[in-house]
Nanobody
Framework: QVQLVESGGGLVQAGGSLRLSCAAS????????MGWLRQAPGKKREFVAT????????YYADSVKGRFTISRDNAKNTVYLQMNSLKAEDTAVYYC???????????????WGQGTQVTVSS
């Protein structure tokens, strides 16, 4: 059974930082691209960042480019999202997801975590 468990969310002031982690089990982690996606209240789920199976390719949404950094540790079956210079509009539930291909399309992710809330106060 595949499990993706996110942690690290919380409440932070605008301009602050958070680091999200996602621990994976039940899949061959090093064979999957990993992504972070988010969903704000009343909005569609949107792509944030993705990293290829070996970390060689990284893609970011324009809205987070230069502020967020995705990374992975295949020895620990974990993917991270370092979020700096947070803005109120970054407030959302953040999901970790796994895909067989490196993609920015939410529907192409095969496995999803339960999500972690990030709230940025202005």
């Amino acid at each position: 059974q595949v499990q993706l468990v996110e942690s690290g969310g919380g409440l932070v002031q605008a301009g602050g930082s958070l680091r999200l982690s996602c621990a994976a089990s039940g899949l061959t982690f090093g064979s999957y691209a990993m992504g972070w996606l988010r969903q704000a209240p009343g909005k569609k789920r949107e792509f944030v960042a993705t990293i290829s199976w070996n970390g060689g390719r990284l893609y970011y949404a324009d809205s987070v480019k230069g502020r967020f950094t995705i990374s992975r540790d295949n020895a620990k079956n974990t993917v991270y999202l370092q979020m700096n210079s947070l803005k109120a509009e970054d407030t959302a539930v953040y999901y970790c997801a796994a895909s067989g291909v490196t993609t920015i399309v939410p529907d192409r992710y095969n496995y999803w975590g339960q999500g972690t809330q990030v709230t940025v106060s202005s």
